[in-house]
């Protein structure tokens, strides 16, 4: 696992060069070659590519399906300034927790199984991003599936049994341009309506139901002494439940402008739907039965704020069980990390979720 762990590390796979993550594709393919004797299914999408493994008889569907993505939110070089190493059981390197161990330990989990028939692996290579040319192949890949299981990295070891659905806005607001010393009462100042704007999205967020409405990057203006005619503003959401999703949607579309004249454009709109905990509850039953059995620690459950692409198999009804992945710290961070000793006991959870999943078909 740490030598085929290195060779995924090593090559770099940054969100935002397709070429790169297609050859990290590559590496895993050599790997899942060499262990299961499995060649993928590329998949194109607007030019980036997706590999999908399906084992058994061809054309019989998923039963069950593991989700990974080869991306990372790391640029090219990162691994110059913090290299694959392993200290003191430590396991460092960009994308190490996320979520390359993830998939590695996937790989490991299959290797050990009788029979593979009816087990899917999806590799994607945009999730960083928001999944937008994988969702589709995503949600059709586990259309017939009882059960996904999601390699992303657990909470000091405790599994995802619940994420936030995310809605991703830009709200661009239009103005009237004017000269702001000699008439600046002639111009619609898109300035101002972006500070109503502002301060009108605090009343809709709730943050006692987990609904959280954050504004994060705003522009507005070109000259010192110009009336600004437009602004706009990224603005993220947060929400643990379909219906409060809806509802922000709802009332962001409808807002009106306060300055006569002024006019507000909504772009953009749910990305992921929430995993709510209907969708994990009994996998997750069955993963701490599971770990009692191997004599492993009680396992944990958690609900987190970042969303998966488990959320887009759990808003189809197909229960999901996330976080089965590495267990580390530090995602998105430098200090992301994987502790080498974890990883054989995770591999022996999900292969005995995988055989109680096959059990019941």
């Known amino acids: 696992m740490l030598?085929?762990?290195?060779?995924?590390?090593?090559?770099?796979?940054?969100?935002?060069?397709?070429?790169?993550?297609?050859?990290?594709?590559e590496v895993?393919?050599?790997v899942i070659g060499d262990w299961l004797g499995?060649?993928?299914?590329?998949?194109e999408s607007e030019g980036r590519r997706h590999d999908l493994y399906t084992f058994g008889q061809e054309g019989a569907g998923v039963?069950?399906?593991?989700?990974?993505h080869a991306d990372t939110v790391w640029p090219h070089g990162t691994l110059d300034e913090i290299p694959?190493?392993?200290?003191?059981?430590?396991?460092?390197?960009?994308?190490?927790?996320?979520?390359?161990?993830g998939l590695v330990q996937g790989l490991a989990a299959l290797t050990g199984l009788d029979r593979l028939d009816g087990i899917g692996l999806l590799i994607t290579t945009d999730e960083e991003i928001g999944s937008p040319?994988?969702?589709?192949?995503?949600?059709?890949?586990?259309?017939?599936?009882?059960?996904?299981?999601?390699?992303e990295p657990g909470v000091d070891g405790a599994l995802k049994t619940e994420r936030k659905g995310v809605s991703m806005y830009e709200l661009v607001i239009s103005g009237r341009a004017a000269h702001a010393g000699l008439e600046p009462e002639k111009g619609?100042?898109?300035?101002?309506?972006?500070a109503h704007l502002v301060l009108g999205l605090e009343a809709t967020a709730r943050p006692d139901l987990g609904t959280t409405v954050?504004?994060?990057v705003a522009n507005a203006g070109t000259t010192r002494n110009s009336v600004p005619e437009s602004a706009s503003i990224l603005v993220d959401v947060r929400a643990t439940t379909a219906a409060e999703q809806n509802r922000v949607h709802a009332e962001l579309t409808s807002r009106a402008a306060v300055l006569a004249g002024a006019s507000v454009e909504v772009l953009g709109g749910p990305n992921r739907p929430p995993l709510e905990r209907t969708a994990s509850a009994a996998l997750f039953e069955r993963a701490a039965d599971a770990a009692r059995r191997l004599g492993q620690p009680e396992l944990r459950e958690v609900s987190v704020g970042g969303g998966s692409d488990g959320n887009f198999t759990a808003g189809m009804g197909i229960p999901t069980l996330d976080g089965l992945g590495a267990i580390g710290d530090g995602a998105h961070a430098r200090h992301e990390h994987v502790i080498a000793d974890t990883m054989p006991a995770r591999v022996e959870l999900l292969r005995e979720l995988i055989r109680e999943v096959q059990a019941l078909s």
Do not use: H, Y
């Open 133 to 151: 040319t994988s969702q589709s192949l995503i949600q059709e890949t586990a259309k017939t599936a009882r059960a996904v299981f999601v390699l």
């Open 28 to 30: 895993a393919a050599g």
């Open 63 to 68: 039963n069950i399906l593991l989700l990974v």
């Open 214 to 216: 954050t504004p994060t």
């Open 188 to 194: 619609i100042n898109a300035l101002i309506e972006l």
């Open 3 to 25: 030598e085929a762990l290195e060779a995924l590390v090593t090559c770099e796979s940054p969100s935002s060069d397709p070429a790169a993550t297609t050859r990290c594709l």
């Open 38 to 43: 499995e060649k993928p299914q590329i998949v």
């Open 84 to 101: 694959f190493s392993i200290t003191d059981g430590i396991i460092r390197g960009p994308g190490v927790f996320d979520m390359k161990a």
